[in-house]
């Protein structure tokens, strides 16, 4: 039984692809650019772009699994060319931005919950692995960090439960493989919740120096991001921070609820990632 890994050069992707075909799994590595790609020898290349439907036959062909990526466009042709070439299930990597109130509406959300709903629409069975957010996300700050620039942040304070993407790619295997979390939407989270203002403590014991921050306006956070990313989209991320000062974050499905197995900590990352943030 082939499984189909979309966003094959990824970090998730790889640790997937990575697993899958350690365990004797025939894996298919997928990208808009093969050529590019980095697998194990014995997995197959396969040239998909999600937005663009002529790719789809070719990658799908003897597909019996497909680990998804969320691409709106292009979703519904996805949906029926997968229907046609017999794939039995699909294992979705989502947001737990859906979980929202007006994720409808929500640019964060909406990308994801277009995906979702196209793919409950079908016929085809799936699990969706709403995460939260990676612990990778802390790479942003890496330039500052190496530079010995102050960390610049509109709200130290905000706390989320950043998940370790091998995390994710051990929860996602599991999916794919396993049965317990067929046909289930689960959260994959981080077993702990950290304010931003923690996560530069951490790192800074994993460098073993101080590393300073600098609490900025929202307007200039505005400012910032806008030079990397939509205004709707810099909008609904300010807002998920400043929503994420109030308290606490929710610790959902680690891989200790799900796999009976402890959950990799934001201080493991940090002390796995430290040469990312090493002065120059």
């Known amino acids: 039984m082939t ?18 075909h350690a365990a004797g799994h025939t894996v298919r590595a997928a990208s808009a ?11 197959e290349g396969a040239e998909l772009a999600l937005d663009r439907p002529e ?23 996805f949906v029926k060319a997968a229907e046609t070439a017999g794939v039995e299930h699909v294992v979705l990597l989502s947001s737990a931005s859906v979980l929202g109130p007006d994720a409808a509406d929500d640019p964060l959300a909406s990308h994801n919950l277009q ?16 995460a939260g957010a990676f612990a ?20 130290p304070d905000a706390s989320i439960a ?23 939407s689960v959260v994959p989270t981080g077993a702990e919740s950290l304010t931003f203002r923690e996560q530069l ?20 956070a505005e400012q910032q991001l806008g030079r990397h990313m939509p205004a709707p989209l810099v909008a609904s991320l300010l807002n998920y921070w400043e929503a994420a000062e109030q308290g606490p974050a929710t610790v959902h499905d680690t891989t200790w609820t799900l796999l009976g197995r402890p959950a990799r900590t934001f201080r493991q990352w940090a ?6 943030f090493a002065r120059h």
């Open 136 to 155: 990778s996300n802390a790479f942003g700050w890496a330039r500052s960090i190496a530079g010995s620039l102050p960390v610049q942040l509109a709200y």
């Open 115 to 130: 995906v979702e709903r196209a793919l409950a629409d079908s016929d085809l069975p799936c699990t969706f692995l709403r």
């Open 33 to 43: 650019h093969p050529a590019e790609l980095t697998v194990p020898a014995g997995v």
């Open 271 to 276: 002390a796995e990632n430290a040469t990312a």
């Open 55 to 77: 790719t789809f036959d070719a990658a799908l062909h003897g597909v019996r699994q497909v680990f998804l990526y969320p691409q709106p466009a292009g979703i519904h042709e």
């Open 201 to 220: 403590a951490v790192l800074a014991d994993a460098l073993g120096r101080e590393i300073p921050f600098e609490r900025i306006t929202r307007a200039e």
């Open 3 to 20: 499984t189909l890994v979309t966003g094959a050069r990824g970090k998730v992707g790889q640790a997937v692809i990575g697993r899958l």
């Open 162 to 184: 950043p998940i370790h993407p091998e995390d994710i790619a051990d929860i996602a295997v599991e999916a794919l493989t396993g049965g317990s979390l067929t046909g289930r």
